[in-house]
């Protein structure tokens, strides 16, 4: 079992920058792969980010390239997502997920089998 938790979310207008948290509890050691989803209202959720925590791996949406990072401190038992230039199109809630690799289940989000609370980022033009 893991336990995701998020924060970071927040208003701001475009152009600007957020860094969402994801800190996990548990045992991850099975869970080899931490994403990023994010949900529009009436949009499909949509795959943001993963990164392989073995391998350090990262994987990305075309729609975020060159404008998200994602990275993790396995001594804080933390993922982050930082975010840059910010459009309005970001708006949504983010969610943290785990899977066993990212390999099979990036970015299909039926594929990871735990996730957090979310955290609504908001984008202003």
């Known amino acids: 079992q893991v336990q995701l938790v998020e924060s970071g979310g927040g208003s701001v207008q475009a152009g600007g920058s957020l860094r969402l948290s994801c800190i996990y509890f548990?045992?991850?050691?099975?869970?080899?792969?931490m994403g990023w989803f994010r949900q529009a209202p009436g949009k499909e959720q949509e795959g943001v980010a993963a990164?392989?925590?073995?391998?350090?791996?990262?994987y990305y949406a075309d729609s975020v390239k060159g404008r998200f990072t994602i990275s993790q401190d396995n001594a804080k038992s933390t993922v982050y997502l930082q975010m840059n230039s910010l459009k309005p199109e970001d708006s949504a809630m983010y969610y943290c997920?785990?899977?066993?690799?990212?390999?099979?289940?990036?970015?299909?989000?039926?594929?990871?089998?735990?996730w957090g609370q979310g955290t609504q980022v908001t984008v202003s033009s």
């Open positions: 997920a785990a899977s066993p690799a990212c390999e099979i289940s990036w970015p299909q989000a039926l594929k990871f089998h735990f």
């Open positions: 548990g045992d991850p050691y099975n869970w080899n792969c």
């Open positions: 990164i392989s925590t073995a391998g350090r791996s990262a």
